[in-house]
């Protein structure tokens, strides 16, 4: 009923920045918040990132102040612009839309950082 594509990932420079895309399609309105994610090799999904209906935004200590996330809520669309990227940002990212008891996951987009 809810799908979510991601889109503007790739490889990148360490420094560099990217600007990732969500967009939520089907019947959006139990949506109560939309984020990030985040999966490195062998590592656990970690949140990167959240914003709600009303704009208050969530955003991990390991990124503050080189991420941001934002909406669009006409267009149901969050973005994630990355700026000053680390070999550390290296990973699939994947958004979230959350609902009451329910979560829908995207299929994720690459972000490969090298030195």
């Known amino acids: 009923q809810v799908q979510l594509v991601e889109s503007g990932g790739g490889s990148v420079q360490a420094g560099g920045s990217l600007r990732l895309s969500c967009a939520a399609s089907?019947?959006?309105?139990?949506?109560?918040?939309m984020g990030w994610y985040r999966q490195a090799p062998g590592k656990q999904r970690e949140l990167v990132a959240t914003?709600?209906?009303?704009?208050?935004?969530n955003t991990a200590e390991f990124v503050k102040g080189r991420f941001t996330i934002s909406r669009d809520n006409v267009k149901n669309t969050i973005y994630l612009e990355m700026n000053s990227l680390k070999p550390e940002d290296t990973a699939v990212y994947y958004c979230?839309?959350?609902?009451?008891?329910?979560?829908?996951w995207g299929q994720g987009t690459q972000v490969t950082v090298s030195s």
């Open positions: 979230l839309a959350g609902m009451l008891g329910d979560n829908y």
């Open positions: 089907g019947n959006r309105l139990r949506i109560n918040f």
């Open positions: 914003i709600t209906w009303s704009g208050t935004t």
